[in-house]
């Protein structure tokens, strides 16, 4: 069946395991389901949207796939707020006015452009500011679109998007219709913070990245982190999983585990064990109850 889609080109991965091999290359160490999904998004060409708790890795995770497939990566940010003229492209309006002045100024002088030819030249490609999405869509080089929080924009525009994504075209009025000529990957995250719309979700490929086991993060500790050691990097990630497990009102993610990695490291220390750790709870933890409580809990087993 021929959705009109333009073509998806060939693979790039061999298989899982290259797609694993060569993330952990460019420093991101992946479980089987992420790579298990970087992996069928390529070969189905299909949109990932990457779910799960702060500071997990879903942005780096786009980023690490551009940088591993040698692809530009062009993100869209997203906020309350976002709309069209931020996400696909507006009109240079300031521009557009210089132009229709210099024009105004030529008349005078009895050999200015008519309105129709004004008209055609401000609503041509020189007066387009392309955003994000249209910049992924008419990209003639290798690119890795990232919708970046995606949770956080209105309906209207999460409408916007599936249409993007559905047919990777724009149709802008006054130019016609811009195709992509080729399928970028494309990877959508969410903290969750609101559901997003059942289309948009079956439009997608579906990952969901949670806090690493003990081994993979004390790998991404060692591979993060130049200097530390192994047995340092052991005990934090020890302490991190440890201190996950209570009940606190933000649990430490990824990056607050390697802040905390980094902080020991330039202090000198060598080793850490529970009691050492509560000194410099506060890199890990952000909330001065949950410092409490770990450092209690961190306490009872020292
Ligand atoms: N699997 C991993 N391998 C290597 N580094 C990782 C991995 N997971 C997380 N990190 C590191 O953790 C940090 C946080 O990652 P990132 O910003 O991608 O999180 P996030 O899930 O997008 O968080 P947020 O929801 O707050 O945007 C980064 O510095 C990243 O390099
Ligand atoms: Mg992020």
Known sequence: MNLGLPDSGPPRFESLDAVRGGLAQVGYLADDSISGVVYLADR???PVLVEGPAGTGKTQLAKSVAELTGARLI?????????????????NYRKQLLRIQAGEHGKQEQE???????????????????????????????VV?????????????????LEILSEYQVSIPELGT????QLPMVFLTSNNTRELSEALKRRCLYLHVDYPDLDRERE???????????ELADQVARIVRSLRTLELRKAPSVSETLDWARTLVILGVETIDAAGARDTLHVLLKY???IERAAKELLSVS
């Open 44 to 46: 189905l060409s299909k």
């Open 75 to 91: 993100r869209l940010q997203c906020y309350e707020g976002l709309d069209e003229s931020k996400a696909l492209y507006e009109w």
């Open 112 to 142: 200015g452009p008519s309105w129709a030819e004004l008209e055609e030249d401000i609503f041509s490609e020189d007066f387009l500011l392309a955003r994000p999405l249209l910049e992924a869509i008419r990209a003639t080089d290798p």
């Open 145 to 161: 679109l990232l919708v970046d929080e995606v949770d956080r924009v209105e309906l209207e525009t999460e409408a916007l998007l």
């Open 178 to 181: 811009v195709r992509a000529t």
């Open 220 to 230: 991404i500790v060692r591979s993060r982190v130049p200097g530390i050691s192994e």
């Open 288 to 290: 001065q109850g949950d």
